[in-house]
């Protein structure tokens, strides 16, 4: 049994917030991108509901619940200590506790912050801490992806993905009626300034689809197959305990990163993804 000290800064009024210029310039630019479909939703799409009510109305529905089900997911991902390990708590006398406690196992020290280094933990230059299980540091959502907050970020690029996607649909609809209807009453603005907003939601769509497709699909992989993006990269497939690999299936290490069994608590950003090893192992 391993014992670490989980410690949380306080930035902006949060438990956790990295300052760094870079992060916080990505995830305005983020929140912009979103707040930019949302014009052209209020802009452009519903001026089809006199014509197309039903149809106006149920695509608004969805766009407006992937876009609050991305928010919240990049909130929490950005706000949520990712794992972090104790600055300076690498003191003999807590060397000598964990090691009494572990069997008397090798103890690793972080020569850069000056903290007890658990397994699979790697340290991040721009949280300046270790982050355990730590996947990668994403300036798009301001923080490092790590064993507190994966499941969040795994649900970010999902939500955005199928945002895209909708939003790549509703904008081709909305221009191919526009065209039918001579740019009559299909839009708030002139039709040059439709088009723009339609091409550039157009390209803004297809871009985030992609990327944000093929992350999550990178996220789910890696997930499966108990191995972060950090390992990967460095082939540390050697050194990662196989006899705990084997212990897990592709199956038990979703549940352990959601957070329980299938259920809904999977898709919801507000439940809480952390479950214990012994509770998980009962519990299936």
């Not at 299938?262 to 507000?270: C, E, V, Y």
């Amino acid at each position: 049994m391993s014992v670490f000290i989980r410690t949380k800064t306080n930035c902006c009024g949060r438990s956790w917030c990295v300052r760094d210029p870079c992060g916080i310039m990505c995830a305005v630019v983020t929140w912009f991108l979103i707040a930019y479909g949302q014009v052209c939703v209020f802009m452009v799409m519903l001026y089809s509901w006199e014509t197309y009510p039903i149809h106006t109305v149920f695509n608004f529905l969805i766009f407006e619940t992937f876009s609050v089900l991305a928010v919240i997911s990049h909130l929490k991902t950005m706000m949520t200590d990712p794992g972090a390990v104790a600055k300076g708590d690498c003191t003999e006398e807590t060397v000598e506790r964990m090691q009494l406690l572990n069997g008397h196992t090798a103890i690793y020290k972080c020569q850069k912050c000056s903290s007890i280094k658990p397994d699979r933990a790697h340290h991040c230059s721009v949280c300046e801490r270790c982050i355990r299980r730590m996947d990668h540091h994403c300036p798009w959502v301001n923080n490092c992806v790590g064993e507190g907050n994966q499941k969040f970020f795994v649900l970010f690029t999902m939500y955005i993905a199928l945002l895209s996607m909708h939003a790549l649909y509703w904008g081709i609809w909305q221009f191919v009626l526009c065209v039918g209807a001579e740019w009559q009453k299909c839009s708030s603005l002139t039709p040059p300034g439709t088009t723009l907003l339609l091409i550039f939601l157009l390209f803004e769509s297809i871009l985030f689809a992609i990327f944000t497709a093929v992350m999550f699909g990178t996220q789910i992989s890696s997930i499966c197959n108990d191995e972060t993006t950090i390992e990967s990269m460095r082939s540390r497939n050697a050194m990662l305990d196989d006899e705990e690999r084997q212990r897990n299936n592709s199956w038990k290490n979703l549940q352990l990163v959601f957070g329980g069994p299938f259920g809904i608590r999977w898709f919801n950003p507000l439940a809480n993804p952390f479950v214990s090893r012994p509770t998980f192992e009962y519990s299936v």
